[in-house]
């Protein structure tokens, strides 16, 4: 899985798979990726919808396909029936575009609306597609409503989003487009986005390469405006940590120092024993232990406006 997995969702503009695959898109350090893939509509306009020949080109070229079900930005809240009658819908046209039965749908909520509004929709497209084949379309609260009713297909877009990413999201539409406007920019997040041909154990990525990816993605230093890699980013928290591991272990040591000398003069006069003060010391101690213990299980920082610029 690269660092950046570009996704175009076009609608009623259809261009060829020559002209998918020659668009670029820049990421924060200024190199270049192509698509994988597009997300093409089911609906009730003919000119929108995805047409059974396209299949085929699509995946001879390599272009890798989702869909997504949408016909009023407002659908979504007209409730369980509406949910039942868009699935029954949505499969019909699947099964005209020639796509397979363990294909993804994903439903649009293209509006402003809570979870709440569009739960009893989502339940409806669930009673007949199930839930594994059900993905949604929608803002951050949308896409964390539908991650607990069970949905793992989740297209996040930004807007209504208030700057927002759910870190269950699959899919991303960022805001930019291609194309001349007729495509929008996405970003798979996911190994398994929802597309056709369905992922193979072989297609996923493995742990190692899911880590070089998160190493190698940058974001911008706002108080620098340069791109900052997070590997950079983990790095630093890194030594951060191992530096106040060493101060406070050098602390420990002194007042270690302290502790001993103050027993001493203190049995000396006749007070507390030195065992006594020691044993005391040693509890102080253990508890500022598991106080830096916590702290250095917390997450390491990760943003990069607190980053060195690379």
């Known amino acids: 899985m690269s660092a950046l997995t570009v996704v175009l969702d076009i609608a009623w503009s259809r261009p060829s798979t020559a002209a998918i695959k020659a668009v670029v898109v820049r990421d924060s350090e200024g190199l270049a990726h192509h698509p994988v893939g597009v997300v093409r509509y089911f609906s009730k306009d003919d000119t929108k919808d995805l047409h059974a020949s396209e299949v085929p080109a699509y995946r001879a070229a390599g272009v890798l396909l989702a869909t997504v079900y949408e016909t009023t930005a407002g659908r979504a809240t007209a409730g369980y029936a509406a949910g039942v009658a868009d699935a029954h819908d949505a499969e019909a046209q699947r099964k005209q575009a020639g796509l397979g039965a363990d294909h993804v749908h994903h439903f649009a909520v293209d509006k402003d609306v809570p979870w709440s509004a569009v739960e009893g929709y989502f339940k409806g497209l669930i009673s007949v597609l199930g839930v594994a084949r059900t993905g949604t379309y929608g803002s951050f609260r949308i896409i964390e409503g539908a991650y607990g009713l ?27 487009t291609v194309l001349s406007g007729d495509a929008d920019i996405n970003h798979a997040l996911a190994p398994d986005w929802g597309q056709y041909p369905r992922p193979t154990e072989e297609d996923m990525a493995t742990p190692q390469e899911i880590a070089q990816a998160v190493w190698d993605h940058a974001e911008t230093n706002r108080a620098t405006g340069k791109p900052v890699r997070m590997g950079t980013v983990l790095a630093w928290a890194d030594f951060e940590r191992q530096q106040t591991v060493s101060a406070f272990t050098a602390q420990i040591g002194a007042l270690s120092a302290t502790v001993s000398a103050l027993a001493k003069a203190v049995g000396a006069a006749g007070g507390l024993t030195a065992e006594q003060i020691t044993a005391a010391a040693e509890a102080g101690a253990t508890a500022a232990l598991d106080r830096l213990g916590s702290a250095l299980e917390a997450p390491a920082p990760t943003s990069a406006s607190t980053a060195p610029s690379a």
């Open 150 to 176: 069970g949905i793992r297909y989740l297209w996040q877009t930004l807007a209504w989003s208030g700057g927002k990413v759910s870190r269950h999201a699959t899919l991303y539409q960022s805001g930019g």
